[in-house]
Protein backbone atom coordinates (compact mmCIF):
# COMPACT_ATOMS: atom_id res chain seq x y z
CA UNK A 1 0.00 0.00 0.00
CA UNK A 2 1.42 3.48 -0.89
CA UNK A 3 1.95 6.16 1.64
CA UNK A 4 -0.35 9.19 1.53
CA UNK A 5 2.12 11.96 2.32
CA UNK A 6 4.41 10.50 -0.31
CA UNK A 7 6.11 13.58 -1.50
CA UNK A 8 5.53 15.18 -4.95
CA UNK A 9 8.59 15.86 -7.48
CA UNK A 10 10.14 19.07 -8.52
CA UNK A 11 7.89 20.75 -5.56
CA UNK A 12 8.41 19.85 -1.87
CA UNK A 13 4.51 19.14 -1.63
CA UNK A 14 1.06 18.97 -3.66
CA UNK A 15 0.04 22.60 -3.17
CA UNK A 16 3.43 23.70 -5.23
CA UNK A 17 1.64 21.35 -8.32
CA UNK A 18 -1.97 23.24 -7.26
CA UNK A 19 -0.70 26.28 -7.61
CA UNK A 20 1.49 25.78 -10.69
CA UNK A 21 -1.82 24.15 -12.07
CA UNK A 22 -3.91 27.45 -10.93
CA UNK A 23 -1.43 29.92 -12.50
CA UNK A 24 -0.60 28.09 -15.94
CA UNK A 25 -4.69 27.99 -16.40
CA UNK A 26 -4.67 32.22 -15.38
CA UNK A 27 -1.82 32.18 -17.79
CA UNK A 28 -3.57 30.41 -20.40
CA UNK A 29 -6.56 32.62 -20.08
CA UNK A 30 -4.74 36.25 -20.12
CA UNK A 31 -2.88 34.57 -23.04
CA UNK A 32 -5.94 33.94 -24.90
CA UNK A 33 -7.27 37.77 -24.25
CA UNK A 34 -4.93 39.16 -26.02
CA UNK A 35 -4.74 36.40 -28.46
CA UNK A 36 -8.43 37.37 -29.23
CA UNK A 37 -8.45 41.10 -29.28
CA UNK A 38 -4.94 41.23 -31.47
CA UNK A 39 -6.49 39.29 -34.23
CA UNK A 40 -10.14 40.81 -33.72
CA UNK B 1 -11.17 6.01 -50.63
CA UNK B 2 -8.61 4.56 -52.44
CA UNK B 3 -6.52 0.91 -52.10
CA UNK B 4 -3.14 3.06 -50.53
CA UNK B 5 -6.38 4.58 -48.02
CA UNK B 6 -7.76 1.49 -47.74
CA UNK B 7 -3.99 -0.40 -46.96
CA UNK B 8 -3.39 2.44 -44.34
CA UNK B 9 -6.49 2.17 -42.31
CA UNK B 10 -6.59 -1.85 -42.38
CA UNK B 11 -3.05 -1.67 -41.38
CA UNK B 12 -3.24 1.10 -38.22
CA UNK B 13 -6.74 -1.01 -37.18
CA UNK B 14 -4.54 -4.16 -37.00
CA UNK B 15 -1.38 -2.60 -35.54
CA UNK B 16 -4.21 -1.45 -32.85
CA UNK B 17 -5.75 -4.56 -32.07
CA UNK B 18 -2.53 -7.08 -32.54
CA UNK B 19 -1.07 -4.68 -29.71
CA UNK B 20 -3.93 -4.53 -27.77
CA UNK B 21 -3.71 -8.43 -27.61
CA UNK B 22 -0.16 -8.66 -27.09
CA UNK B 23 -0.68 -5.97 -24.55
CA UNK B 24 -3.53 -8.23 -22.49
CA UNK B 25 -1.34 -10.42 -20.60
CA UNK B 26 -2.52 -9.86 -16.35
CA UNK B 27 -3.41 -11.85 -13.80
CA UNK B 28 -6.99 -13.50 -13.54
CA UNK B 29 -8.45 -11.71 -11.02
CA UNK B 30 -10.21 -8.34 -10.86
CA UNK B 31 -6.88 -6.27 -9.99
CA UNK B 32 -5.60 -7.36 -12.69
CA UNK B 33 -8.57 -7.32 -15.45
CA UNK B 34 -10.26 -3.83 -14.05
CA UNK B 35 -7.18 -2.38 -12.49
CA UNK B 36 -3.68 -3.29 -14.23
CA UNK B 37 -2.56 -4.93 -10.83
CA UNK B 38 -2.46 -1.00 -9.95
CA UNK B 39 1.21 -1.10 -11.19
CA UNK B 40 0.43 1.82 -13.74
CA UNK B 41 3.34 4.94 -13.94
CA UNK B 42 1.58 8.45 -14.45
CA UNK B 43 2.09 9.02 -17.79
CA UNK B 44 -0.02 5.79 -18.74
CA UNK B 45 -2.56 6.90 -16.63
CA UNK B 46 -1.72 10.36 -18.16
CA UNK B 47 -2.77 8.78 -21.76
CA UNK B 48 -5.58 6.89 -20.33
CA UNK B 49 -7.54 9.54 -19.04
CA UNK B 50 -6.95 11.49 -22.29
CA UNK B 51 -7.71 8.39 -24.04
CA UNK B 52 -11.01 7.80 -22.50
CA UNK B 53 -12.10 11.59 -22.66
CA UNK B 54 -11.29 12.49 -26.43
CA UNK B 55 -13.65 10.30 -28.77
CA UNK B 56 -13.69 10.56 -32.48
CA UNK B 57 -16.24 13.38 -32.43
CA UNK B 58 -13.36 15.81 -30.05
CA UNK B 59 -11.36 15.41 -33.45
CA UNK B 60 -14.28 15.65 -36.19
CA UNK B 61 -16.88 18.47 -34.48
CA UNK B 62 -14.09 20.53 -32.68
CA UNK B 63 -12.07 21.58 -36.20
CA UNK B 64 -15.86 21.92 -36.96
CA UNK B 65 -17.22 23.68 -34.14
CA UNK B 66 -14.26 26.64 -34.75
CA UNK B 67 -15.25 26.85 -38.35
CA UNK B 68 -18.84 27.51 -37.50
CA UNK B 69 -18.51 29.16 -34.18
CA UNK B 70 -15.45 30.37 -33.79
CA UNK B 71 -12.53 29.28 -30.82
CA UNK B 72 -14.97 30.04 -27.91
CA UNK B 73 -15.80 26.40 -27.34
CA UNK B 74 -12.23 26.16 -25.43
CA UNK B 75 -13.46 28.01 -22.41
CA UNK B 76 -15.54 25.05 -21.82
CA UNK B 77 -12.31 23.45 -20.55
CA UNK B 78 -11.68 25.80 -18.20
CA UNK B 79 -12.98 23.90 -15.13
CA UNK B 80 -11.28 21.52 -15.96
CA UNK B 81 -7.51 22.25 -14.29
CA UNK B 82 -9.56 23.25 -11.23
CA UNK B 83 -11.86 20.05 -10.57
CA UNK B 84 -8.16 18.13 -11.25
CA UNK B 85 -7.30 19.56 -8.14
CA UNK B 86 -9.86 19.01 -5.64
CA UNK B 87 -9.78 15.40 -7.14
CA UNK B 88 -6.05 14.97 -6.51
CA UNK B 89 -6.85 17.27 -2.53
CA UNK B 90 -10.24 14.74 -1.88
CA UNK B 91 -11.14 12.20 -3.99
CA UNK B 92 -7.98 10.20 -5.30
CA UNK B 93 -6.46 9.74 -1.67
CA UNK B 94 -10.02 8.38 -0.34
CA UNK B 95 -10.16 6.22 -3.75
CA UNK B 96 -6.87 4.38 -3.06
CA UNK B 97 -6.64 4.29 0.77
CA UNK B 98 -10.35 1.82 0.18
CA UNK B 99 -8.36 0.24 -2.43
CA UNK B 100 -11.79 0.83 -4.65
CA UNK B 101 -12.31 -1.30 -7.56
CA UNK B 102 -15.69 1.26 -8.09
CA UNK B 103 -16.35 4.84 -7.10
CA UNK B 104 -19.62 3.84 -6.09
CA UNK B 105 -18.31 0.93 -3.72
CA UNK B 106 -16.90 4.27 -1.56
CA UNK B 107 -20.81 5.45 -1.15
CA UNK B 108 -21.49 2.07 0.59
CA UNK B 109 -18.95 2.66 2.94
CA UNK B 110 -19.86 6.09 3.88
CA UNK B 111 -23.69 5.68 3.36
CA UNK B 112 -25.61 2.47 2.74
CA UNK B 113 -25.84 -0.02 -0.01
CA UNK B 114 -29.11 1.23 -2.02
CA UNK B 115 -27.34 4.58 -2.39
CA UNK B 116 -24.06 2.84 -3.76
CA UNK B 117 -26.80 1.12 -6.21
CA UNK B 118 -28.50 4.08 -6.86
CA UNK B 119 -25.74 5.91 -8.37
CA UNK B 120 -24.14 2.74 -10.04
CA UNK B 121 -27.47 2.30 -11.96
CA UNK B 122 -27.33 5.99 -13.05
CA UNK B 123 -24.32 5.69 -13.88
CA UNK B 124 -24.83 2.11 -15.74
CA UNK B 125 -27.87 3.77 -17.56
CA UNK B 126 -26.37 6.99 -18.43
CA UNK B 127 -22.77 5.26 -19.54
CA UNK B 128 -24.67 2.25 -21.62
CA UNK B 129 -26.66 4.80 -23.62
CA UNK B 130 -24.39 7.16 -24.18
CA UNK B 131 -21.83 4.54 -25.42
CA UNK B 132 -23.70 3.23 -27.81
CA UNK B 133 -24.52 6.97 -29.49
CA UNK B 134 -20.88 7.43 -29.35
CA UNK B 135 -20.29 4.38 -31.42
CA UNK B 136 -23.01 5.67 -33.89
CA UNK B 137 -22.05 9.44 -34.30
CA UNK B 138 -18.66 8.85 -35.99
CA UNK B 139 -20.24 5.52 -37.57
CA UNK B 140 -22.94 8.06 -39.41
CA UNK B 141 -20.49 10.52 -40.68
CA UNK B 142 -18.48 7.92 -42.12
CA UNK B 143 -21.38 6.05 -43.50
CA UNK B 144 -22.97 9.78 -45.11
CA UNK B 145 -19.21 10.41 -46.57
CA UNK B 146 -17.99 7.65 -47.82
CA UNK B 147 -21.44 5.63 -48.69
CA UNK B 148 -20.82 2.62 -46.29
CA UNK B 149 -23.30 0.63 -45.05
CA UNK B 150 -24.37 1.78 -41.19
CA UNK B 151 -25.21 -0.96 -39.28
CA UNK B 152 -21.60 -2.80 -40.43
CA UNK B 153 -19.92 0.85 -39.89
CA UNK B 154 -21.23 0.38 -36.54
CA UNK B 155 -20.15 -3.23 -36.14
CA UNK B 156 -16.28 -2.12 -37.11
CA UNK B 157 -16.94 0.96 -34.93
CA UNK B 158 -17.82 -0.42 -32.09
CA UNK B 159 -17.01 -4.37 -32.09
CA UNK B 160 -13.36 -4.99 -33.19
CA UNK B 161 -12.53 -3.12 -29.71
CA UNK B 162 -14.33 -5.97 -28.27
CA UNK B 163 -11.31 -8.19 -29.27
CA UNK B 164 -8.80 -6.71 -27.16
CA UNK B 165 -10.80 -5.30 -24.62
CA UNK B 166 -12.23 -8.86 -23.35
CA UNK B 167 -9.22 -10.19 -23.85
CA UNK B 168 -6.71 -7.81 -21.73
CA UNK B 169 -8.81 -5.45 -19.41
CA UNK B 170 -7.98 -2.40 -18.33
CA UNK B 171 -4.51 -2.88 -18.76
CA UNK B 172 -4.81 -3.56 -22.86
CA UNK B 173 -6.93 -0.85 -23.06
CA UNK B 174 -4.67 1.27 -21.16
CA UNK B 175 -1.40 0.81 -23.39
CA UNK B 176 -3.90 0.74 -26.69
CA UNK B 177 -4.85 4.29 -26.02
CA UNK B 178 -0.84 5.13 -25.19
CA UNK B 179 -0.45 4.40 -29.22
CA UNK B 180 -3.83 5.53 -30.33
CA UNK B 181 -3.19 9.25 -28.87
CA UNK B 182 0.46 9.15 -30.72
CA UNK B 183 -1.01 8.24 -34.09
CA UNK B 184 -4.11 11.22 -33.48
CA UNK B 185 -1.96 13.82 -32.93
CA UNK B 186 0.98 13.22 -35.20
CA UNK B 187 -2.28 12.75 -37.94
CA UNK B 188 -3.57 16.13 -36.80
CA UNK B 189 -0.44 17.65 -36.85
CA UNK B 190 0.36 16.47 -40.49
CA UNK B 191 -3.22 17.86 -41.24
CA UNK B 192 -2.73 21.14 -39.92
CA UNK B 193 0.70 21.23 -41.96
CA UNK B 194 -0.91 20.18 -44.98
CA UNK B 195 -3.68 23.21 -44.41
CA UNK B 196 -1.31 25.53 -44.02
CA UNK B 197 0.92 24.54 -47.14
CA UNK B 198 -2.15 24.51 -49.85
CA UNK B 199 -2.92 28.11 -48.42
CA UNK B 200 -2.10 30.31 -51.71
CA UNK B 201 2.00 30.75 -51.86
CA UNK B 202 2.50 34.34 -50.61
CA UNK B 203 -0.22 33.16 -47.53
CA UNK B 204 1.26 32.08 -44.32
CA UNK B 205 0.33 31.07 -40.86
CA UNK B 206 0.15 33.91 -39.33
CA UNK B 207 -2.45 35.58 -42.60
CA UNK B 208 -4.69 32.46 -41.76
CA UNK B 209 -5.02 33.67 -38.37
CA UNK B 210 -5.72 37.05 -39.19
CA UNK B 211 -8.49 35.97 -41.99
CA UNK B 212 -9.93 33.88 -39.48
CA UNK B 213 -9.79 36.70 -36.81
CA UNK B 214 -11.06 39.46 -39.22
CA UNK B 215 -14.07 37.28 -39.97
CA UNK B 216 -14.47 37.15 -36.17
CA UNK B 217 -13.48 33.43 -35.56
CA UNK B 218 -10.69 34.10 -32.96
CA UNK B 219 -13.29 34.80 -30.60
CA UNK B 220 -11.18 32.24 -27.59
CA UNK B 221 -12.64 34.54 -24.55
CA UNK B 222 -16.12 35.55 -24.51
CA UNK B 223 -18.09 36.80 -21.10
CA UNK B 224 -21.37 35.62 -22.31
CA UNK B 225 -22.89 39.35 -21.61
CA UNK B 226 -24.61 41.27 -23.91
CA UNK B 227 -27.15 43.99 -23.85
CA UNK B 228 -29.47 42.17 -21.85
CA UNK B 229 -27.04 41.34 -19.35
CA UNK B 230 -25.84 37.49 -19.08
CA UNK B 231 -27.35 35.38 -21.41
CA UNK B 232 -27.74 32.16 -19.79
CA UNK B 233 -28.49 30.33 -22.67
CA UNK B 234 -24.63 31.05 -24.13
CA UNK B 235 -23.05 27.44 -23.78
CA UNK B 236 -19.62 28.43 -24.27
CA UNK B 237 -18.43 31.87 -22.20
CA UNK B 238 -16.02 32.45 -19.44
CA UNK B 239 -18.11 31.85 -16.69
CA UNK B 240 -20.28 29.24 -17.68
CA UNK B 241 -16.28 27.45 -18.88
CA UNK B 242 -14.98 27.99 -15.48
CA UNK B 243 -17.90 27.45 -13.59
CA UNK B 244 -20.41 24.74 -15.39
CA UNK B 245 -16.75 23.48 -16.76
CA UNK B 246 -15.76 22.74 -13.14
CA UNK B 247 -18.68 20.93 -11.96
CA UNK B 248 -18.75 18.92 -15.64
CA UNK B 249 -15.18 18.25 -15.27
CA UNK B 250 -15.17 17.30 -11.39
CA UNK B 251 -18.76 14.79 -12.10
CA UNK B 252 -17.04 13.41 -15.11
CA UNK B 253 -13.54 12.87 -13.80
CA UNK B 254 -14.59 11.92 -10.17
CA UNK B 255 -17.73 9.97 -10.26
CA UNK B 256 -17.74 8.46 -13.87
CA UNK B 257 -16.27 4.37 -13.37
CA UNK B 258 -15.16 4.89 -16.84
CA UNK B 259 -12.12 7.82 -15.57
CA UNK B 260 -12.37 6.52 -11.84
CA UNK B 261 -11.05 3.47 -13.38
CA UNK B 262 -8.38 4.63 -15.48
CA UNK B 263 -6.79 6.59 -12.13
CA UNK B 264 -7.29 3.71 -10.24
CA UNK B 265 -4.90 1.51 -12.05
CA UNK B 266 -2.16 3.77 -10.79
CA UNK B 267 0.47 2.47 -8.70
CA UNK B 268 0.36 5.00 -6.36
CA UNK B 269 -1.50 7.86 -4.97
CA UNK B 270 1.33 10.38 -6.25
CA UNK B 271 1.29 8.11 -10.02
CA UNK B 272 -2.79 8.91 -9.96
CA UNK B 273 -1.98 12.85 -8.33
CA UNK B 274 0.39 13.53 -11.61
CA UNK B 275 -1.56 11.51 -14.65
CA UNK B 276 -4.73 14.10 -13.09
CA UNK B 277 -2.43 17.50 -13.00
CA UNK B 278 -0.13 16.90 -16.23
CA UNK B 279 -4.29 16.52 -17.84
CA UNK B 280 -4.95 20.05 -15.94
CA UNK B 281 -1.79 21.04 -17.76
CA UNK B 282 -2.40 19.98 -21.22
CA UNK B 283 -5.93 19.45 -21.84
CA UNK B 284 -6.82 23.13 -22.75
CA UNK B 285 -3.79 23.55 -25.09
CA UNK B 286 -4.77 20.47 -27.01
CA UNK B 287 -8.11 21.96 -27.49
CA UNK B 288 -7.17 24.90 -28.76
CA UNK B 289 -4.62 23.67 -31.11
CA UNK B 290 -7.65 21.36 -32.57
CA UNK B 291 -9.92 24.50 -32.57
CA UNK B 292 -6.98 26.58 -34.24
CA UNK B 293 -6.82 23.54 -37.41
CA UNK B 294 -10.31 24.43 -37.68
CA UNK B 295 -9.16 28.21 -38.00
CA UNK B 296 -6.99 26.80 -40.44
CA UNK B 297 -9.62 24.96 -42.77
CA UNK B 298 -11.48 28.34 -42.02
CA UNK B 299 -8.94 30.47 -43.63
CA UNK B 300 -8.32 27.60 -46.61
CA UNK B 301 -12.12 27.95 -47.68
CA UNK B 302 -11.97 31.67 -47.84
CA UNK B 303 -9.60 31.17 -50.80
CA UNK B 304 -10.98 27.96 -52.06
CA UNK B 305 -13.96 26.67 -53.63
CA UNK B 306 -15.97 26.03 -49.80
CA UNK B 307 -19.60 23.42 -50.56
CA UNK B 308 -22.30 25.21 -49.56
CA UNK B 309 -23.24 21.95 -46.84
CA UNK B 310 -20.51 20.34 -46.00
CA UNK B 311 -22.38 16.47 -45.72
CA UNK B 312 -23.10 16.39 -49.50
CA UNK B 313 -25.86 13.28 -48.88
CA UNK B 314 -28.27 15.72 -47.48
CA UNK B 315 -27.66 18.16 -50.29
CA UNK B 316 -28.43 15.09 -52.93
CA UNK B 317 -31.47 14.09 -50.81
CA UNK B 318 -33.19 18.13 -51.36
CA UNK B 319 -31.99 17.59 -55.21
CA UNK B 320 -34.19 14.97 -55.73
CA UNK B 321 -37.21 16.51 -53.91
CA UNK B 322 -39.96 19.16 -55.10
CA UNK B 323 -37.40 22.05 -53.33
CA UNK B 324 -34.72 21.09 -56.07
CA UNK B 325 -35.41 24.59 -57.90
CA UNK B 326 -35.05 26.06 -54.30
CA UNK B 327 -31.64 24.57 -53.79
CA UNK B 328 -30.58 25.18 -57.48
CA UNK B 329 -31.40 28.91 -56.41
CA UNK B 330 -29.45 28.84 -53.33
CA UNK B 331 -26.60 27.01 -54.62
CA UNK B 332 -26.17 29.34 -57.49
CA UNK B 333 -26.21 33.21 -54.76
CA UNK B 334 -24.08 31.04 -52.99
CA UNK B 335 -21.25 30.09 -55.66
CA UNK B 336 -22.11 34.21 -56.40
CA UNK B 337 -20.48 34.93 -53.11
CA UNK B 338 -17.96 32.16 -53.05
CA UNK B 339 -16.54 34.13 -56.18
CA UNK B 340 -16.79 37.40 -54.92
CA UNK B 341 -15.20 36.48 -51.44
CA UNK B 342 -12.20 34.58 -53.18
CA UNK B 343 -11.44 37.76 -55.36
CA UNK B 344 -11.39 39.87 -51.96
CA UNK B 345 -9.11 37.76 -50.41
CA UNK B 346 -6.80 37.78 -53.32
CA UNK B 347 -6.32 41.05 -52.79
CA UNK B 348 -5.01 40.30 -49.06
CA UNK B 349 -2.80 37.67 -50.72
CA UNK B 350 -1.10 39.82 -53.34
CA UNK B 351 -0.91 43.04 -50.90
CA UNK B 352 -1.18 41.51 -47.63
CA UNK B 353 -1.87 44.28 -44.91
CA UNK B 354 -1.20 47.15 -46.99
CA UNK B 355 -3.68 46.62 -49.70
CA UNK B 356 -6.48 45.21 -47.49
CA UNK B 357 -8.44 48.44 -46.76
CA UNK B 358 -11.21 48.46 -43.86
CA UNK B 359 -13.61 48.60 -46.66
CA UNK B 360 -12.06 45.15 -48.04
CA UNK B 361 -12.92 43.35 -44.80
CA UNK B 362 -16.48 45.08 -44.03
CA UNK B 363 -17.29 43.48 -47.22
CA UNK B 364 -15.42 39.93 -46.58
CA UNK B 365 -17.70 40.19 -43.58
CA UNK B 366 -20.64 40.72 -45.33
CA UNK B 367 -20.04 38.38 -47.90
CA UNK B 368 -19.81 36.08 -45.42
CA UNK B 369 -22.65 36.51 -43.55
CA UNK B 370 -24.39 36.39 -46.63
CA UNK B 371 -22.65 32.99 -47.32
CA UNK B 372 -24.04 31.99 -43.36
CA UNK B 373 -27.56 33.10 -44.59
CA UNK B 374 -27.74 31.19 -47.55
CA UNK B 375 -26.67 28.26 -46.02
CA UNK B 376 -29.22 28.66 -43.17
CA UNK B 377 -32.00 28.85 -45.99
CA UNK B 378 -30.66 24.91 -46.97
CA UNK B 379 -30.32 23.94 -43.95
CA UNK B 380 -34.34 25.33 -43.26
CA UNK B 381 -34.92 22.93 -46.23
CA UNK B 382 -33.24 19.73 -44.75
CA UNK B 383 -35.57 20.47 -42.30
CA UNK B 384 -38.63 20.37 -43.74
CA UNK B 385 -41.02 17.41 -42.62
CA UNK B 386 -41.36 15.79 -45.66
CA UNK B 387 -37.60 15.93 -45.98
CA UNK B 388 -36.26 15.19 -42.13
CA UNK B 389 -32.90 15.57 -43.05
CA UNK B 390 -29.91 16.58 -40.45
CA UNK B 391 -29.25 20.12 -41.01
CA UNK B 392 -25.66 19.98 -38.66
CA UNK B 393 -22.71 19.92 -40.64
CA UNK B 394 -20.58 20.93 -38.13
CA UNK B 395 -19.15 17.23 -37.82
CA UNK B 396 -18.23 17.04 -41.76
CA UNK B 397 -16.29 19.86 -42.01
CA UNK B 398 -12.65 18.47 -41.45
CA UNK B 399 -13.55 14.88 -42.58
CA UNK B 400 -14.79 16.92 -45.80
CA UNK B 401 -11.66 18.58 -46.21
CA UNK B 402 -9.30 15.95 -45.65
CA UNK B 403 -11.29 13.70 -48.26
CA UNK B 404 -10.98 16.45 -51.05
CA UNK B 405 -7.54 17.83 -50.27
CA UNK B 406 -5.49 15.41 -48.50
CA UNK B 407 -2.99 13.13 -50.00
CA UNK B 408 -3.57 9.35 -50.61
CA UNK B 409 -2.67 7.49 -47.56
CA UNK B 410 -2.99 10.17 -45.27
CA UNK B 411 -6.99 9.88 -45.97
CA UNK B 412 -6.65 6.41 -44.77
CA UNK B 413 -4.82 7.10 -42.14
CA UNK B 414 -7.29 10.03 -40.89
CA UNK B 415 -10.00 7.49 -41.05
CA UNK B 416 -8.17 5.31 -38.71
CA UNK B 417 -8.20 8.56 -36.56
CA UNK B 418 -11.53 8.40 -36.39
CA UNK B 419 -11.53 4.61 -35.74
CA UNK B 420 -9.30 4.22 -32.86
CA UNK B 421 -10.29 7.83 -31.13
CA UNK B 422 -13.33 5.82 -30.58
CA UNK B 423 -12.02 3.03 -29.68
CA UNK B 424 -9.68 4.76 -27.14
CA UNK B 425 -13.21 5.45 -25.15
CA UNK B 426 -15.66 3.31 -26.23
CA UNK B 427 -12.69 0.36 -24.62
CA UNK B 428 -13.22 2.23 -21.26
CA UNK B 429 -16.60 2.76 -21.20
CA UNK B 430 -17.01 -0.97 -21.73
CA UNK B 431 -14.39 -2.02 -19.07
CA UNK B 432 -15.93 0.30 -16.59
CA UNK B 433 -19.29 -0.76 -17.45
CA UNK B 434 -18.49 -4.27 -16.90
CA UNK B 435 -16.74 -3.26 -13.28
CA UNK B 436 -19.37 -1.72 -12.07
CA UNK B 437 -21.84 -4.10 -12.90
CA UNK B 438 -19.43 -7.20 -11.59
CA UNK B 439 -18.71 -4.99 -8.13
CA UNK B 440 -21.71 -3.28 -7.47
CA UNK B 441 -24.13 -5.47 -8.84
CA UNK B 442 -23.39 -9.04 -9.52
CA UNK B 443 -21.39 -9.62 -6.35
CA UNK B 444 -23.87 -7.35 -4.11
CA UNK B 445 -27.11 -9.23 -5.14
CA UNK B 446 -26.88 -12.23 -7.64
CA UNK B 447 -23.36 -14.40 -6.39
CA UNK B 448 -21.22 -12.90 -3.35
CA UNK B 449 -19.12 -15.88 -3.01
CA UNK B 450 -17.26 -16.12 -6.64
CA UNK B 451 -13.75 -17.32 -6.84
CA UNK B 452 -10.89 -14.84 -8.18
CA UNK B 453 -11.40 -16.76 -11.44
CA UNK B 454 -14.67 -16.64 -11.66
CA UNK B 455 -14.69 -13.14 -11.12
CA UNK B 456 -12.45 -12.95 -13.58
CA UNK B 457 -13.81 -14.98 -16.45
CA UNK B 458 -17.57 -12.99 -15.46
CA UNK B 459 -15.75 -9.94 -15.77
CA UNK B 460 -14.79 -10.75 -19.17
CA UNK B 461 -18.33 -11.93 -20.05
CA UNK B 462 -20.02 -8.98 -19.11
CA UNK B 463 -17.49 -6.76 -20.74
CA UNK B 464 -18.74 -8.46 -23.98
CA UNK B 465 -22.25 -8.27 -23.27
CA UNK B 466 -21.76 -4.12 -22.74
CA UNK B 467 -19.93 -4.06 -25.83
CA UNK B 468 -22.95 -5.94 -27.80
CA UNK B 469 -25.80 -3.60 -25.87
CA UNK B 470 -23.82 -0.44 -26.58
CA UNK B 471 -23.45 -1.83 -30.56
CA UNK B 472 -27.38 -2.09 -30.27
CA UNK B 473 -28.01 0.92 -28.95
CA UNK B 474 -26.09 2.37 -31.94
CA UNK B 475 -28.20 0.42 -34.32
CA UNK B 476 -30.84 2.24 -32.93
CA UNK B 477 -29.73 5.62 -32.59
CA UNK B 478 -31.21 7.26 -35.52
CA UNK B 479 -34.25 7.24 -33.58
CA UNK B 480 -32.71 9.84 -31.24
CA UNK B 481 -32.62 12.47 -33.98
CA UNK B 482 -30.13 14.30 -35.12
CA UNK B 483 -28.02 16.58 -32.79
CA UNK B 484 -25.92 12.97 -31.29
CA UNK B 485 -23.44 14.38 -29.75
CA UNK B 486 -25.43 16.94 -27.79
CA UNK B 487 -28.03 14.23 -26.96
CA UNK B 488 -24.60 12.85 -25.30
CA UNK B 489 -23.51 15.50 -23.46
CA UNK B 490 -26.88 16.53 -22.19
CA UNK B 491 -27.72 12.61 -21.01
CA UNK B 492 -24.43 13.00 -19.07
CA UNK B 493 -25.42 16.77 -17.79
CA UNK B 494 -29.05 15.13 -16.87
CA UNK B 495 -27.24 12.49 -14.16
CA UNK B 496 -23.63 13.66 -13.44
CA UNK B 497 -24.71 16.33 -11.30
CA UNK B 498 -26.37 14.18 -9.46
CA UNK B 499 -23.99 12.25 -8.67
CA UNK B 500 -21.64 14.32 -7.95
CA UNK B 501 -24.39 15.95 -4.98
CA UNK B 502 -24.21 12.49 -3.80
CA UNK B 503 -19.90 12.32 -3.47
CA UNK B 504 -19.72 15.85 -1.96
CA UNK B 505 -21.97 14.80 0.48
CA UNK B 506 -19.89 11.57 1.16
CA UNK B 507 -16.80 13.54 1.41
CA UNK B 508 -17.46 16.90 2.67
CA UNK B 509 -20.53 16.53 5.09
CA UNK B 510 -20.11 14.28 7.68
CA UNK B 511 -23.57 15.27 9.24
CA UNK B 512 -25.51 13.66 6.67
CA UNK B 513 -26.05 10.26 6.75
CA UNK B 514 -27.86 7.73 4.05
CA UNK B 515 -31.30 7.97 4.24
CA UNK B 516 -31.48 11.86 3.87
CA UNK B 517 -28.48 11.43 0.49
CA UNK B 518 -30.72 8.88 -1.03
CA UNK B 519 -33.85 10.97 -1.07
CA UNK B 520 -31.97 13.95 -1.86
CA UNK B 521 -30.63 12.15 -4.70
CA UNK B 522 -34.00 10.98 -6.08
CA UNK B 523 -35.90 13.93 -5.70
CA UNK B 524 -32.07 15.73 -7.16
CA UNK B 525 -32.75 13.91 -9.93
CA UNK B 526 -36.33 14.68 -10.30
CA UNK B 527 -36.03 18.56 -10.32
CA UNK B 528 -32.99 18.30 -12.85
CA UNK B 529 -35.10 16.47 -15.50
CA UNK B 530 -37.88 18.57 -14.66
CA UNK B 531 -35.86 21.78 -15.44
CA UNK B 532 -34.57 20.45 -18.31
CA UNK B 533 -38.44 19.24 -19.96
CA UNK B 534 -39.37 22.89 -18.72
CA UNK B 535 -36.28 24.08 -20.70
CA UNK B 536 -37.08 22.25 -24.05
CA UNK B 537 -41.06 23.72 -23.93
CA UNK B 538 -39.56 27.15 -23.83
CA UNK B 539 -40.64 27.34 -20.33
CA UNK B 540 -37.04 28.70 -19.20
CA UNK B 541 -34.24 29.91 -20.35
CA UNK B 542 -31.23 27.75 -19.38
CA UNK B 543 -27.60 25.85 -20.86
CA UNK B 544 -27.96 22.22 -20.50
CA UNK B 545 -24.16 22.89 -19.42
CA UNK B 546 -25.47 24.49 -15.75
CA UNK B 547 -28.09 21.53 -15.08
CA UNK B 548 -24.13 19.85 -13.56
CA UNK B 549 -24.09 22.37 -11.28
CA UNK B 550 -27.53 22.70 -10.38
CA UNK B 551 -28.06 19.08 -10.02
CA UNK B 552 -24.86 18.67 -7.76
CA UNK B 553 -25.80 22.00 -5.63
CA UNK B 554 -29.41 20.75 -5.27
CA UNK B 555 -28.88 17.18 -4.15
CA UNK B 556 -26.17 18.73 -1.55
CA UNK B 557 -29.08 21.35 0.05
CA UNK B 558 -31.48 18.82 -0.19
CA UNK B 559 -29.26 16.26 1.62
CA UNK B 560 -28.96 18.72 4.53
CA UNK B 561 -32.85 19.90 4.72
CA UNK B 562 -33.52 16.36 4.96
CA UNK B 563 -31.11 15.44 7.62
CA UNK B 564 -31.97 17.93 9.69
CA UNK B 565 -35.88 18.52 9.21
CA UNK B 566 -36.87 14.68 8.33
CA UNK B 567 -34.54 12.61 9.21
CA UNK B 568 -32.67 13.86 12.35
CA UNK B 569 -33.99 11.79 15.51
CA UNK B 570 -34.30 8.84 13.67
CA UNK B 571 -31.27 5.94 13.36
CA UNK B 572 -29.45 5.57 9.98
CA UNK B 573 -27.36 2.94 8.54
Partial sequence: MEETNERPPVFKTWNGWYIMVITVLVAQIILFIYFTKYFS | MSYPDWI????????????????????KNLDGYFLSNREMPWYVVLFSIMG????????????????????????????????????????????????????????????????????????????????????????IILSSLLGWNIYWTNIFMGGLLIIYTVAGGARAVAYTQQLQLIIIFTSMFLAGYLVVKYLPEDIGFFDALKVGGA??????????VGENGFDWRDRYNLWSGIIGGFFLALSYFGTDQSQVGRYLTARSIKESRLGLLMNG???????????????????????????????????????????????????EH??????????????????????????????????????????????KLVEKPDIKGDANDTNYIFLRFVLDYLPKGLIGLLIAVIFISSWGSIAAAL??????????????????????????????????????????????????GNSLIEAVNI????????????????????PVKGNAVFWAAVLGEISVISLFVLNENKTINLSFLWLNAIGALLVVLLGFLLQFFTFRNRKFS
Fill in chain 2, 8 to 27: VLILTLAAIIIYGVFKSRTT
Fill in chain 2, 52 to 139: TQASAITFLSAPGQAYTDGMRFVQYYFGLPLAMIVLCITFVPIFHKYRLYTAYEFLERRFDVKTRTLTSFLFLLQRGLSTGISIYAPA
Fill in chain 2, 215 to 224: MGKINVITTG
Fill in chain 2, 281 to 331: LVKVPMQFLILLLGILVFAFYQFHDAPLFFNQTQVNKVSQTTYANTLKNIQ
Fill in chain 2, 334 to 379: YNEADSRKKEIVRIFSAGGDADFSDEHKMELIYINNQRDSLRAEFK
Fill in chain 2, 431 to 480: NSLASSTIVDIHKQFVNKKMSAEEDFKMSRWYTLLWGIFCIIVAQFAYNI
Fill in chain 2, 491 to 510: LGSLFYGVILGVFLLAFYCK
